[in-house]
């Protein structure tokens, strides 16, 4: 049965928000942020200062924005919903679009962009001045953004309970791309393309990142050659380390104040007494619980990742955020910013005895304007960022599109961000935050079905058993950025042995890049800073190496 046309008829009704996986980072309170984001585009509420996505992925995630380039129009492909098995005969029709524009018959090359973990359609700015037009226009070939099973509008199945999701996994997921790297045929084009009679190079940037590297080792034959940029080829359960970045590398005053501002909050809620006139500092004087508290306040942090080094499309919130961190209050001289954290010409004093740093009040007061003001009126704090309500994530329809990406992190990937499980290593987040709290919106939202039960813990060997930090093979390209807070997930870890940079297999960083800075481009690639420009150049020299050595191999057979 094919599920595309009922599926689709049901997605007319749906105005839901691509789920972004760094918002869901934040477990139980992302999906909270997910369904106010949901409530006010219902509602049409006016949003006050930050929109919550803009901790997402990449600020180029559009999801309101329909596709408004002509020449990319949505092309389908039959799959089967189960490659491997024979429990269900059901086929499902997966999106794709082509750019044909630099394409040359006779001489081709396919480069295939893994559309990850959102909609397809939030990919096109890559097929159209990112890297898949970068690397097209080298070598005359053709571009393709393939959207994952189940996102966008690539949906196998009539709802999102347990039992449904039940084939959105690693394995599946690589056979549609090699289904379709082997028998797809484009429309408008009579020439065969199919691998492995042509070269196809994989590109995908983070978990896709990690799909390419895979693809290259489960199907070598049919992708001749991978990049894998900001590539989570390590599975975590425990992911501290994100945050951890993120406080090595931002500006040393800021995070500074967010580490003792942390401990303070810490200390303040282990005693109790002044906890209520704390949270009511932040906004939240009616949230229950101290752990939802101060989940609450991490969002800012995520912006991080958003960073992007074109400022049309890169976020600046993390940097507006330090810089309100310590801004002097109306009261307070300019010269106490310059002063050490708690000297008490910084300190402010609050009826019941509450006495903080200004960096605490200026923490809560960023936190009241640009998250909690995104509770609308008539709703309490525990229902806008309460999390331990089950029935809240327990919605299975389509529209609660959220469930995809967790439910890949709750079987197979996990990265559930947590404090540093050593006391003594710095943090930016509360201790508070353990996996406990951030693994139980898998318990919450996934009951068990009758043909699958979601484990106790991700089952994140069937990652790793396919390289882990040491993947590696010819023509598997790894680029990173320094700054990237999911690099420690990556093979430029620290945990990782060091490799040699070879035209063969690449192994490259980013200086001061952040997440898959790679990926964007510019019509103009003269308007690129100078480390994106040497990045691009490298890798069309390093795609270039590969495809002359598939013209040699062609020749000699």
Same mark, same amino acid.
């Given at each position: 049965?094919?599920?595309?046309?009922?599926?689709?008829?049901?997605?007319?009704?749906?105005?839901?928000?691509?789920?972004?996986?760094?918002?869901?980072?934040?477990?139980?309170?992302?999906?909270? =942020?997910?369904?106010?984001?949901?409530?006010?585009?219902?509602?049409?509420?006016?949003?006050?200062?930050?929109?919550? $996505?803009?901790?997402?992925?990449?600020?180029?995630?559009?999801?309101?924005?329909?596709?408004?380039?002509?020449?990319?129009?949505?092309?389908?492909?039959?799959?089967?919903?189960?490659?491997?098995?024979?429990?269900?005969?059901?086929?499902?029709?997966?999106?794709?679009?082509?750019?044909?524009?630099?394409? $040359?018959?006779?001489?081709?090359?396919?480069?295939?962009?893994?559309?990850?973990?959102?909609?397809?359609?939030?990919?096109?700015?890559?097929?159209?001045?990112?890297? !898949?037009?970068?690397?097209?226009?080298?070598?005359?070939?053709?571009?393709?953004?393939?959207?994952?099973?189940?996102?966008?509008?690539?949906?196998?199945?009539?709802?999102?309970?347990?039992?449904?999701?039940?084939?959105?996994?690693?394995?599946?997921?690589?056979?549609?791309?090699?289904? =379709?790297?082997?028998?797809?045929? =484009?429309?408008?084009?009579?020439?065969?393309?199919?691998?492995?009679?042509?070269?196809?190079?994989?590109?995908?940037?983070?978990?896709?990142?990690?799909?390419?590297?895979?693809?290259? !080792?489960?199907?070598?034959?049919?992708?001749?050659?991978?990049?894998?940029?900001?590539?989570?080829?390590?599975?975590?359960?425990?992911?501290? #380390?994100?945050?951890?970045?993120?406080?090595?590398?931002?500006?040393?005053?800021?995070?500074?104040?967010? $580490?003792?501002?942390?401990?303070?909050?810490?200390?303040?809620?282990?005693?109790?007494?002044?906890?209520?006139?704390?949270?009511?500092?932040?906004?939240?004087?009616?949230?229950?619980?101290?752990?939802?508290?101060?989940?609450?306040?991490?969002?800012?942090?995520?912006?991080?990742?958003?960073?992007?080094?074109?400022?049309?499309?890169?976020?600046?919130?993390?940097? #507006?955020?330090?810089?309100?961190?310590? $801004?002097?209050?109306?009261?307070?001289?300019?010269? !106490?910013?310059?002063?050490?954290?708690?000297?008490?010409?910084?300190?402010?004093?609050?009826?019941?005895?509450?006495?903080?740093?200004?960096?605490?009040?200026?923490?809560?007061?960023?936190?009241?304007?640009?998250?909690?003001?995104?509770?609308?009126?008539?709703?309490?704090?525990?229902?806008?960022?309460?999390? =331990?309500?089950?029935?809240?994530?327990?919605?299975?329809?389509?529209?609660?599109?959220?469930?995809?990406?967790?439910?890949?992190?709750?079987?197979?990937?996990?990265?559930?961000?947590?404090?540093?499980?050593?006391?003594?290593?710095?943090?930016?987040?509360?201790?508070?935050?353990?996996?406990?709290?951030?693994?139980?919106?898998?318990?919450?939202?996934?009951?068990?079905?009758?043909?699958?039960?979601?484990?106790?813990?991700?089952?994140?060997?069937?990652?790793?058993?396919?390289?882990?930090?040491?993947?590696?093979?010819?023509?598997?390209?790894?680029?990173?950025?320094? !700054?990237?807070?999911?690099?420690?997930?990556?093979?430029?870890?620290?945990?990782?042995?060091?490799?040699?940079?070879?035209?063969?297999?690449?192994?490259?960083?980013?200086?001061?890049?952040?997440?898959?800075?790679?990926?964007?481009?510019?019509?103009?690639?003269?308007?690129?800073?100078?480390?994106?420009?040497?990045?691009?150049?490298?890798?069309?020299?390093?795609?270039?190496?590969?495809?002359?050595?598939?013209?040699?191999?062609?020749?000699?057979?």
């Amino acid at each position: 049965m094919i599920l595309r046309v009922v599926v689709l008829a049901t997605l007319g009704c749906l105005t839901a928000h691509a789920a972004n996986p760094d918002l869901l980072r934040l477990g139980p309170q992302g999906v909270n =942020f997910w369904k106010l984001d949901q409530l006010h585009d219902s509602q049409q509420l006016p949003v006050n200062g930050l929109i919550l $996505q803009d901790s997402s992925e990449a600020p180029l995630q559009l999801p309101h924005e329909p596709n408004n380039k002509p020449e990319f129009t949505a092309q389908w492909f039959e799959q089967p919903l189960d490659h491997f098995g024979s429990s269900t005969n059901d086929t499902f029709m997966q999106r794709y679009w082509v750019n044909k524009r630099h394409y $040359q018959p006779g001489s081709s090359v396919v480069f295939l962009l893994d559309g990850g973990e959102t909609s397809g359609e939030d990919r096109i700015p890559f097929l159209d001045t990112g890297i !898949v037009d970068i690397l097209a226009r080298a070598t005359g070939g053709l571009g393709v953004v393939l959207e994952h099973r189940y996102y966008g509008e690539s949906i196998a199945t009539k709802n999102l309970t347990t039992d449904s999701l039940r084939f959105l996994n690693n394995a599946q997921s690589a056979a549609d791309s090699a289904n =379709f790297m082997a028998n797809v045929q =484009f429309s408008g084009i009579d020439e065969n393309l199919t691998a492995p009679g042509t070269p196809w190079i994989y590109y995908g940037g983070s978990y896709a990142g990690a799909r390419a590297a895979h693809m290259r !080792v489960l199907y070598p034959d049919l992708v001749y050659g991978a990049i894998a940029s900001s590539a989570v080829t390590h599975a975590a359960i425990i992911n501290w #380390e994100y945050m951890d970045i993120i406080r090595r590398y931002a500006d040393p005053t800021c995070s500074l104040h967010l $580490q003792k501002a942390i401990e303070t909050i810490d200390t303040i809620l282990d005693h109790r007494v002044l906890s209520a006139p704390l949270k009511a500092l932040f906004g939240v004087h009616g949230l229950k619980h101290d752990v939802d508290f101060v989940s609450l306040i991490e969002s800012p942090l995520g912006s991080w990742q958003a960073k992007v080094w074109d400022p049309k499309v890169g976020s600046t919130t993390f940097d #507006e955020f330090c810089v309100a961190l310590n $801004q002097p209050l109306g009261h307070k001289k300019p010269d !106490v910013t310059r002063l050490e954290y708690g000297h008490p010409d910084r300190m402010v004093s609050f009826p019941g005895g509450l006495k903080v740093d200004i960096a605490i009040v200026n923490y809560g007061a960023w936190i009241k304007k640009h998250v909690v003001s995104r509770c609308p009126e008539g709703f309490s704090h525990e229902e806008c960022f309460g999390t =331990f309500d089950d029935t809240h994530y327990q919605d299975t329809s389509l529209s609660e599109i959220w469930r995809l990406w967790l439910f890949q992190v709750c079987t197979e990937w996990g990265y559930f961000t947590t404090a540093p499980p050593d006391p003594t290593v710095p943090r930016i987040i509360s201790k508070r935050i353990d996996l406990e709290y951030e693994s139980k919106i898998c318990r919450q939202a996934y009951d068990p079905g009758e043909h699958f039960t979601v484990p106790p813990l991700p089952n994140v060997t069937v990652v790793n058993e396919l390289g882990d930090f040491d993947i590696a093979m010819d023509r598997l390209a790894i680029i990173d950025g320094e !700054v990237d807070p999911w690099r420690p997930d990556t093979p430029h870890s620290d945990y990782a042995n060091d490799r040699e940079d070879t035209m063969l297999r690449p192994f490259k960083i980013i200086p001061n890049g952040v997440h898959h800075y790679d990926e964007y481009g510019l019509q103009n690639p003269d308007d690129e800073p100078p480390e994106i420009r040497k990045i691009h150049e490298e890798m069309v020299a390093f795609v270039q190496h590969w495809l002359r050595d598939w013209k040699a191999d062609s020749q000699e057979i």
